[in-house]
Structure formats: C-alpha cells, structure tokens
C-alpha cells in the first residue's frame, strides 16, 4: 500500500521544503561571493532567510533583507534585475530537471513581529487579555470535580 503523501492544503510539502533550502544555501553562497555587477549591490550584505518553491518547483521565491534594512526596496529592485545572472549560477552548481525561475521579495516577517508585538503592549489588548485569562480561570474551577465530603 502506497503512503499517503497529502499534505494540509497551503502547506508546503516535504519536496518543496527541500529543495527550497537547496536553493536558500547556494543563492546565499552567491550573494554572500559580491560577484554580481549591480552597483546597487555593491558592499550590502543580504540574508536569505527563506525560500518558497511553488508546488511544481518551477518558481522560487526568495525572501530576502539586506542588512540593517537600509535601501531595502531598491536592492530588492537590483536582485529582480540580477534574478538571470544569478539562477545561471545556480545551474552551474545543482543538477535539476528544471531550474526554477527566481523572484526576489522582501521579508517583512521582522516587521510583522515587532507590530504584533507593539499591539500586544497597548494598554486596552493588555487588559482584555487579563481579564480572559480572568475568565478562563473562573471556567476552570467550575468544572474541576469535588473531592470532597464523601
């Protein structure tokens, strides 16, 4: 009997996990070499934090955050312009049926997290938050067994 091999919808499967941190690592690696002749990416440091590989591998989206975050769109800009010089790199070091094309995005997850986290803090989220704690707290006594008096 074969495995059953779904995966929850919208949730990446084991293949493209795989190969995306593939193309994470030697994207990095040519990054990190500068060989790229973009003046825009003269001397900026980026991290590739992750890479996301539609389901037939043929697209890699690559998320990327140049360091301290400065000048972050126009970099994105320059590797989008790079994207060819730097996927005939990538076929230079990995053997693939199919190359996938690669499109650069910035990764905004620092930024979604520092906005959770200062709405967390406002004083009326705090408050409602405690007073749910509060309540569950009231739930769970009640529906603790007494034990006693037998």
Request: a negative charge; aromatic letters at 2%.
């Amino acid at each position: 009997m074969a495995p059953n091999n779904r995966h929850p919808v919208g949730m990446p499967s084991q293949r493209q996990l795989r190969v995306g941190e593939l193309v994470r690592k030697e994207v990095s690696d040519i990054l990190a070499r500068g060989t790229l002749a973009d003046p825009a990416l003269d001397g900026t440091i980026i991290s590739v934090p992750e890479v996301r590989m539609t389901p037939d591998l043929r697209l890699a989206s690559c998320l990327v955050m140049p360091l301290g975050g400065r000048d972050a769109d126009r970099v994105v800009e320059a590797l989008n312009r790079s994207a060819r010089t730097i996927r005939r790199e990538l076929a230079r070091r990995m053997t693939m049926k199919f190359l996938p094309d690669l499109r650069f995005v910035l990764d905004t997850r620092f930024d979604d997290d520092d906005r959770i986290t200062a709405l967390l803090s406002r004083d009326d989220v705090r408050r409602d938050l405690s007073e749910d704690e509060a309540d569950e707290g009231d739930e769970r006594s009640d529906d603790t067994p007494d034990r006693g008096g037998r």
